[in-house]
């Protein structure tokens, strides 16, 4: 008799309605949590299977079918996005998989924004159960067989339940307990990085996503990344674990381009420089394209910046957000000013590593003027790829409650777009107004600069004599398809 499969781990489709047309530039990314939440259920002796709806291009109604055909003991939910901040977006697609999901199979709901809102989440949504937190504990608990309360379960949410949020639901010894993703559980092959990630390496190099640490300590308005941990503890892998994922992801994948997706990569320089030291014994530098996050207050070491580039780091993300000062300060974004910034710039630049530079348009105390000097120094710095945001209070960030205190009109309120509303790229995209522009200004802004900066003469210079005509044509290609379209701006 056929042992009933105890878990499967759900990545639920959303990308098209996230990206719209864009979504075919978009990376195909390893779906981390579910990975990680694998490693831990198989290491406990549990059966689980991953089921990714999005690197298979599966619709809704063809991931709840797959779930039905399954029949697990628990079909667990992750809602996450290719940052902390991009899970409420995916919820939508999530939800609508669920509620065609055979009512025997309990379902379980698990990410940022469901630790963010999990009372509401599970009042309005079709799910079994909602986890407040990372999920391992939670999802083991329910899987254990045993007779359990729910109301000491930790993280678990219940229609009528008990909810306490219970100290130690966090995985504390991460090499023992998630040393790894559950790599074996997906097709590697049907991964791949972004267009602009392609640039720096081989771009047959497959792709993978690893974590080295959780959390952060920061407090950024806008941030919401420590919604499943409740608190602000960085919990790491050691180094020598994290360089043996890596050279299992090229020795047994032949995977090359990694993104560290750890907002706080930078912030621990030992755990850096270590890291760094073991890839380079391994002699798996000159192979590896990798990416990660970097704040500008935490790109001050010369020497780590080679170190990094020596052993394969060709791209930081980097956080500047807004020209102003002011601005900055008012969403708690770092004690640095312009002047830091482009000597942060320049010190990435000739370590031999490229600047991926981030921006916000539409922060609190952003009006016309500061936006325009945010796009100015965008101009100035030129990144090798620049990211454009509208500002969005993200459930579980500290602007969120401030955008309600404001009773500013967000995605979820009546007669809002819902939780899509929260997507960068969207048609139904709705950002932030401020304290002088309304929310159609913002976004206005945003698309034009994005269209501007993209089209300039020098930013293409720059790719050709960086990347090489490919890099000039992947651009040209996106920019063909103009300005998304936006509901709140009449398309």
Not at 125 to 150: A, F, H, K, M, N
Not at 461 to 470: H, V
Request: aromatic share 10%.
């Amino acid at each position: 008799m056929t042992r009933q499969l105890d878990l499967l781990l759900v990545n639920a489709p959303s990308k098209v309605g996230v990206y719209g047309v864009l979504s075919q530039f978009a990376a195909v990314e390893p779906p981390v949590w579910a990975g990680l939440i694998a490693r831990y259920c198989l290491n406990r002796g549990y059966s689980v299977e991953i089921l990714d709806a999005e690197a298979e291009g599966l619709t809704t109604s063809q991931t709840a079918a797959r779930i039905n055909d399954a029949k697990p003991r628990l079909a667990a939910v992750c809602v996450y996005g290719h940052q902390p901040s991009a899970s409420t977006q995916c919820l939508p697609g999530a939800e609508e998989t669920a509620k065609l999901v055979d009512g025997r199979i309990p379902t379980l709901c698990l990410g940022t924004h469901p630790s963010a809102l999990p009372e509401r989440t599970l009042r309005e949504g079709p799910w079994t159960y909602v986890c407040q937190g990372e999920g391992p504990r939670t999802i083991g608990t329910i899987l254990s067989g045993r007779e359990w309360d729910p109301g000491i379960v930790p993280g678990l949410w219940l229609k009528n339940g008990k909810h306490p949020w219970r100290a130690g639901s966090n995985i504390e010894k991460l090499d023992q307990e998630i040393p790894n993703q559950a790599w074996e559980l997906l097709d590697m092959k049907r991964y791949r990085p972004h267009h602009w990630h392609r640039w720096m390496g081989d771009p047959n190099g497959g792709y993978a996503t690893i974590q080295t640490s959780l959390n952060c300590v920061f407090a950024c308005n806008f941030c919401c990344i420590s919604a499943p941990f409740g608190d602000r503890k960085m919990r790491f892998w050691s180094p020598a674990n994290v360089a043996a994922q890596i050279a299992n992801l090229v020795n047994r994948y032949s995977i090359t381009n990694i993104k560290i997706a750890d907002e706080m990569f930078c912030l621990n320089q030992k755990h850096v420089w270590q890291i760094c030291t073991h890839l380079i014994d391994m002699k798996l530098g000159d192979r590896l394209n990798i990416w990660c996050y970097g704040r500008i207050d935490t790109l001050k070491d010369n020497q780590l910046l080679e170190r990094m580039r020596q052993a394969g780091f060709k791209d930081i993300g980097i956080g500047i957000e807004s020209a102003s000062k002011f601005v900055r300060d008012g969403v708690g974004k770092g004690k640095f000013g312009n002047e830091q910034i482009i000597e942060a710039i320049n010190r990435v630049r000739a370590a031999g590593i490229y600047p991926g530079c981030n921006y916000i348009f539409g922060l609190p105390d952003d009006d016309l003027k500061s936006m325009q000097e945010t796009l100015d120094l965008a101009c100035e710095i030129n990144g090798e790829y620049s990211n454009f945001y509208c500002a969005q209070a993200y459930p579980g960030s500290p602007l969120h409650k401030i955008a309600q205190e404001k009773h500013w009109a967000l995605p979820e309120d009546p007669g809002g777009p819902g939780w899509i509303g929260y997507s960068q790229h969207s048609y139904e995209s709705l950002p932030l107004p401020t304290e002088t522009l309304s929310s159609a200004e913002v976004l206005k802004f945003r698309d034009d600069a994005w269209m501007m900066f993209h089209q300039r003469p020098s930013y293409l210079d720059r790719l050709k004599r960086n990347f090489g005509q490919q890099a000039v044509d992947d651009m040209t290609e996106i920019l063909k398809h103009g300005k998304p379209k936006r509901k709140l701006l009449g398309d």
